[in-house]
């Protein structure tokens, strides 16, 4: 199993390469596609990690766990039920998440599981979706959720999981997890409040990225929020979220600049 | 009052341009950026065009006419209701419309006046929105009705209105519109469907551009669909579509293969 970062290096150059205990192997090259070792190698506490992609969208399922299905007493999906959250959302590791401006409501944390997809796929068949799939990562799908149900008659979900900063992904892409004896942790100020196994999932990966095929073109770094489970809270101005999932490693932002700071909304 | 396109020309390069007449002037260079003429120009008639932008996302509004509105018996939203159709679902004049694998319902059309952001904005005002607007295009925002409430609970926007082919757009972008005297004429086989008058808007381009920027940053190229108004409808097999906007021009696109001609659903 190999682990991805994308990074910017003390020189401000940005590339990518092969996690190893402290140290990064660069590569050159597509990520996604051809490319090779540089022979480079940099230490991990000299660079400063971006989202390990660059999706073109995020597609953010919405009630695929059991567990949550049944306290929402709704029905288990027959397909995934998703929302789009756009590319000018993606913060990496250790990134900062803000306070939209003119907005002073409650902003929540949903740790989640990703799928990072390794080439383009359209229309493709469970059995042919795990191929499509270069790896995992951990996703904070930020959500301002007083904006959520403002308007009745329309759910604002791309709105209130839209905003700048609010798509955390990281720290890196494990290209192999064995998710089904797999965990997401939620920790808040270091105090877990979510830990929900993968394995409660109701649409498994491949399942998603075959369906979501059928709906869209998934192009190569696009990523997949696969829905988070019991446990979501809003994040105290200043607090810190972690989203551990073991085999992928720990996301970690901080909520940003307090209230007080900003300017007057308009 | 520049109409700009971009096309694949005869020899299978990918170009942009003014359209003078029946001929584009070739430029290089960013199109949303710095840009120079190359002195080549080239028939119309000779190139394909494409998609008239390449948006990193198309923000698509819900009930953001009066009339429809009305209809609806819907409260006019203070701020822009709307989902994200991703990069994935676009294309140009003329391509065709393709019926999503396994979906045997309805598909409607709703023609709607398109924004092109020219310059990236976060935040701005509404006096400041109208600068970083580099034109305005023609939508034909598709939509598969039937899957949209398939699920309780749950409104399928995203799904329904992001398959490929589903965000057709151009066939340029024309970057001065007096959109308070224009109206979006839809024509289906010839027959006009919807002719509305874009005074009618609940909010305005410069305030929809203002307040999406709040929510989200807006890249140069990103399109905005303004929202449609009455007399959508579903388009049958092999039908084309139409949609014309005065100092815009038409976008054509005819929905593809009859249903007979695809492979069973899986």
Same mark, same amino acid.
């Given at each position: 199993?190999? =682990? ?7 020189? /401000? ?7 190893? *205990? ?9 990520? !996604? ?11 991990? /506490? ?5 989202? +390990? ?17 049944? #306290?929402?007493? #709704?029905?288990?999906?027959?397909? +995934?039920?998703?929302?789009? #959250? ?15 401006? *003119?907005?002073?409501? #409650?902003?929540?944390?949903? *740790?989640?599981?990703?799928? @990072? ?6 229309? &493709?068949?469970?059995?042919? %979706?795990? =191929?499509?799939? !270069?790896?995992? $990562?951990?996703?904070?799908?930020? $959500? ?9 008659? !329309? ?12 798509? %955390? ?15 997401? &942790?939620?920790?808040?100020?270091? &105090?877990?409040?979510? =830990?929900? %196994? ?6 498994? +990966? ?34 810190? @979220?972690?989203?551990?999932?073991? *085999?992928?490693? $720990? ?14 909304? $308009?």
């Amino acid at each position: 199993m190999a =682990r991805w970062v994308r990074f910017r290096s003390a020189a /401000a150059s940005l590339g990518f390469g092969v996690l190893e *205990g402290e140290t990064i192997a660069e590569y050159s090259g597509d990520q !996604f596609g051809v490319q090779q070792p540089t022979g480079f190698r940099l230490a991990l /506490a000299s660079v400063s990690l971006l989202a +390990p992609c660059a999706p073109s969208k995020i597609v953010a399922l919405w009630n695929n766990f059991h567990a949550l299905a049944a #306290k929402l007493g #709704k029905p288990a999906p027959a397909h +995934p039920l998703y929302l789009i #959250k756009p590319s000018s959302c993606v913060i990496g590791h250790r990134h900062t998440i803000e306070r939209p401006l *003119g907005y002073a409501g #409650k902003i929540a944390f949903e *740790g989640e599981l990703g799928i @990072v997809i390794g080439r383009r796929c359209h229309n &493709v068949s469970v059995e042919d %979706a795990a =191929r499509h799939i !270069f790896g995992y $990562t951990c996703i904070n799908d930020v $959500t301002a959720i007083g904006v959520m149900n403002e308007y009745p008659d !329309f759910v604002q979900w791309c709105r209130s999981k839209g905003y700048d900063t609010f798509g %955390a992904i990281g720290p890196l892409i494990a290209t192999d997890l064995d998710w089904h004896s797999s965990s997401v &942790v939620t920790l808040l100020d270091g &105090v877990e409040r979510q =830990r929900y %196994a993968l394995s409660d999932m109701i649409l498994s +990966p491949p399942e998603i990225v075959s369906r979501l095929s059928h709906d869209m073109s998934l192009l190569p770094g696009d990523v997949i929020a696969c829905g988070t489970s019991l446990g979501v809270g809003s994040i105290p101005e200043g607090s810190t @979220v972690e989203v551990r999932i073991d *085999g992928v490693g $720990t996301l970690s932002n901080t909520f940003g600049a307090p209230l007080a700071t900003l300017p007057t909304p $308009t």
